[in-house]
């Protein structure tokens, strides 16, 4: 894992995997306020989503999505992590 702070909130919230080995090293990271933990958590799922759509559609590298993992660390993170109030994720139906 890379020193977080070598780089500002926003490149980890572009690539969480740069920085955490797994989701729920955010939710364990005390240097992180509850928003940045949600936020980066929410790029991870972005993300896991658009790998598992491209797996699905034979277009993967190989590398697995995290998707469940991520949804783990939401849960832990307790209801601020699970709220609904952003956009959808694009996905193979919709």
Request: charged fraction near 35%.
């Amino acid at each position: 894992m890379t020193d977080m702070f070598d780089k500002d909130i926003e490149s980890i919230i572009e690539n969480p995997v740069g920085y955490y080995d797994h989701p729920t090293d955010v939710v364990r990271d005390s240097k992180l306020s509850l928003d940045e933990k949600k936020q980066i958590l929410d790029a991870w799922e972005e993300d896991a989503r658009r790998l598992a759509v491209a797996t699905e559609e034979g277009m993967g590298g190989g590398e697995p999505s995290n998707l469940a993992d991520v949804a783990e660390a939401k849960v832990e993170l307790g209801p601020v992590g699970l709220d609904s109030d952003r956009p959808e994720t694009p996905t193979k139906t919709g």
